[in-house]
């Protein structure tokens, strides 16, 4: 194996599942998956074994839930990057998983191409967050919008005009070059920017970042 290839291992309840995953990753000569489990509990015992750099976790599951998974695994095991898997794209617990650390999800009847497209896209620590997604989180933030707030990492006003106007396009699901080519600038200069956001907000990466803005209403349904 190339010393590029992602170690991946994949968490579900249900076997099929876990076995489709693993035939259509191996297929790819990047990717390798290392390990399976069949619940939250199991999953975070083996992250600790293994140290996949990406975890494919299903939110529903019995012992412990991908919720509880993905914030126990986030918190313990920072370099394994978590992309949940969902039936349903407007599954209620999707925007809870953003908020307990996962970096993105995806539908399970995603096809092949976008299946390792979005292991890889997670793995380059990059947040899986098209648009249309975007607008789906957004629909569910509206949902719970006015459910207590439990904070934020660090009030806006510490951020700079641009660096507030990157974030706020992170939020709508725009890439480091979609938000170059916005602003007419490199994308190295965003790439700065946005790191700046992560530091002054205290955020692990793009998909915080854009859960915080929704938060702070930098971003509101329409």
Not at 23 to 50: F, H, Q, S, T, Y
Not at 109 to 117: F, H, N, V
């Amino acid at each position: 194996m190339s010393e590029r290839t992602i170690r991946v291992m994949i968490v579900d309840d249900q076997m099929m599942v876990r076995e489709g995953f693993s035939v259509l990753l191996n297929a790819m000569p990047d990717i390798e998956v290392v390990g399976e489990a069949v619940n939250g509990r199991e999953a975070v015992a083996k992250v600790a074994e293994l140290s996949p750099d990406v975890v494919l976790m299903d939110i529903r599951m019995p012992e412990l839930n991908g919720i509880e998974a993905t914030r126990e695994i986030v918190a313990s095991h920072a370099d394994s990057k978590v992309l949940v898997l969902t039936t349903f794209d407007l599954d209620e617990y999707v925007y809870q998983a953003l908020r307990a650390g996962a970096s993105g999800f995806l539908l399970k009847d995603a096809s092949a191409r976008q299946l390792a497209e979005g292991v890889r896209v997670v793995a380059a620590g990059e947040a899986l967050l098209a648009p249309t997604v975007t607008r789906r989180l957004i629909t569910e933030f509206s949902r719970l919008s006015q459910a207590p707030k439990t904070g934020t990492p660090a009030q806006v006003g510490d951020l700079t005009e641009r660096e507030t106007e990157v974030l706020v396009l992170i939020a709508q699901g725009l890439s480091n070059a979609e938000i170059a080519a916005h602003l007419v600038v490199a994308e190295s200069t965003i790439k700065t920017h946005v790191s700046r956001v992560l530091v002054k907000l205290g955020l692990r990466d793009r998909t915080q970042a854009a859960v915080f803005a929704y938060e702070a209403r930098l971003v509101t349904p329409a």
